[in-house]
């Protein structure tokens, strides 16, 4: 009887996009991919800060593709896929990290502050995926994992809009699992708690908001952009290949409630 291999992490060979990829989740994302192995295309509209991000992932000995991008523009998504194949000629794996958040009260809630978060972190996100699916389904197979948040499951204080784009993202997630199986596409979100990122510095600034957190997290932590990595790389490697439609909560406990 031969021996029953163990499940693989390594990403050598393959090619990852990471959106939002400039700061906090998404930067430390695109280093752990290239860590495990994967040649990167990061993506972000703070070019200085991308291109930073890129020498860190050449000094991983991986080849870094530096796209500036606004994920708003899907003529900045095409430009990027066209870029990415130019250079690589296929593409594996993509993370959706790019994200906004801007805190209001549901009655005080603009109509551009909700086109803004909805723009960003729906509406591009699911233009990403279905520009990168494209190149997917004609390689017949791919690793696609949307960066969601707890607050797709759980509302929050004055983030009616952001809450919503996350509820969003997760059954966006389900719904293009069930179509792209049939393509060995594989779809997935990771949804962290508050993770200590430069997106989340202000809210932790405000009088008694970090206070509030903890009370919510049985495990008595926030997060930290190392916490979401393992299932990252899980959900991008082939130990996964039997994942698809499932949202990941990496939220010390917050939900379980």
Not at 8 to 35: C, M, N, P, Y
Not at 39 to 51: A, P, T
Not at 225 to 251: E, F, K, N, R
Request: charged share 20%; proline share 4%; hydrophobic share 45%.
């Amino acid at each position: 009887m031969g021996r029953v291999p163990f499940p693989e992490f390594d990403l050598s060979g393959k090619v990852a996009v990471v959106t939002g990829a400039a700061r906090g989740i998404g930067h430390h994302l695109a280093l752990a991919l290239a860590k495990y192995g994967a040649d990167l295309v990061v993506c972000d509209i703070l070019l200085s800060e991308l291109e930073k991000v890129g020498t860190q992932i050449q000094q991983l000995s991986r080849r870094a593709l530096v796209q500036q991008m606004n994920v708003t523009k899907l003529s900045d998504i095409n430009k990027m896929v066209e870029k990415s194949l130019a250079t690589y000629g296929h593409l594996d794996i993509l993370v959706s990290s790019a994200g906004i958040n801007i805190p209001q009260w549901a009655e005080e809630v603009t109509e551009e502050a909700w086109d803004k978060v909805m723009n960003v972190n729906l509406k591009g996100l699911f233009f990403c995926c279905q520009a990168v699916g494209k190149v997917m389904i004609r390689q017949k197979r791919g690793k696609i994992i949307n960066i969601s948040s707890q607050t797709g499951s759980v509302g929050l204080p004055q983030r009616t809009a952001y809450c919503s784009s996350k509820a969003g993202v997760n059954l966006l997630t389900k719904v293009l699992a069930i179509e792209w199986a049939k393509y060995n596409i594989h779809v997935n979100a990771i949804a962290p708690t508050f993770v200590e990122t430069p997106f989340t510095k202000p809210m932790f600034e405000k009088e008694g908001f970090h206070e509030y957190v903890l009370e919510n997290i049985p495990l008595g932590r926030v997060g930290k952009p190392q916490d979401v990595v393992g299932g990252v790389i899980y959900l991008a490697s082939d130990a996964s290949d039997l994942v698809t439609g499932h949202i990941l909560l990496i939220d010390g406990g917050w939900t379980a409630h």
